[in-house]
T-cell receptor, first 113, second 114 residues
Framework: DGGITQSPKYLFRKEGQNVTLSCEQN?????MYWYRQDPGQGLRLIYY???????QKGDIAEGYSVSREKKESFPLTVTSAQKNPTAFYLC????????????FGQGTRLTVV | AQSVTQLGSHVSVSEGALVLLRCNYS??????LFWYVQYPNQGLQLLLK??????LVKGINGFEAEFKKSETSFHLTKPSAHMSDAAEYFC????????????FGSGTRLLVRP
């Protein structure tokens, strides 16, 4: 089955630790995205990548980092510089053209204690 | 840049009643618009999309949306609500100024009363 896989589904970390969220797709999509979701705020774009070895900051990139070494993989690292990291994180991919939708993974819920 | 506004963070309807979820867009060029649904602790699933082929778009689960340029709207409707429609719904637009990223509204939570 083609799709997007995010892992783990739930993640707990201590404050001050970096943590990496995994996102893999087998849809052969060029573009990949990371969104953060908080109650009542919709989805906010953290980073996006249109092609391998290239990525751009979204609206709330501070405290996050990404890499795009392979077409199918777009991991997100939540660093200790992120002031409020507890949230639901969603990864998505799309063919990259204007009239196509994005396909989403099942999300990772990160809780920092 | 493009943007979308969803009016009403919560909408409550009775089972069998009409569902109407509102979305207004801001775009200087013909937009590409999408409606997604999210069930608790899950990702987003596409309901339907507008890509200028037809102004009335039919989607999955009996939902449809009508693109009205004069009103800059893309409201989502369903004639008869089911309990299983209770979820959060997001309207989104492609940002044609910036690498085609998707910009989302703040979402509307639909509650269906028995």
């Amino acid at each position: 089955d083609g799709g997007i896989t995010q892992s783990p589904k739930y993640l707990f970390r201590k404050e001050g630790q970096n943590v990496t969220l995994s996102c893999e797709q087998n849809l052969n999509h060029d573009a990949m995205y990371w969104y953060r979701q908080d109650p009542g705020q919709g989805l906010r774009l953290i980073y996006y990548s249109q092609i391998v070895n290239d990525f751009q900051k979204g609206d709330i990139a501070e405290g996050y980092s990404v890499s795009r070494e392979k077409k199918e993989s777009f991991p997100l690292t939540v660093t200790s510089a992120q002031k409020n990291p507890t949230a639901f994180y969603l990864c998505a991919s799309s063919p990259g053209t204007e009239n196509t939708e994005a396909f989403f993974g099942q999300g990772t819920r990160l809780t920092v204690v | 840049a493009q943007s979308v506004t969803q009016l009403g963070s919560h909408v409550s309807v009775s089972e069998g009643a009409l569902v109407l979820l509102r979305c207004n867009y801001s775009s200087s060029v013909p937009p590409y618009l999408f409606w997604y649904v999210q069930y608790p602790n899950q990702g987003l699933q596409l309901l339907l999309k507008y890509t200028s082929a037809a102004t009335l778009v039919k989607g999955i689960n009996g939902f449809e949306a009508e693109f009205k340029k004069s009103e800059t709207s893309f409201h989502l409707t369903k004639p008869s609500a089911h309990m299983s429609d209770a979820a959060e719904y997001f309207c989104a637009v492609r940002d044609l100024d910036s690498s085609y990223k998707l910009i989302f509204g703040s979402g509307t939570r639909l509650l269906v009363r028995p």
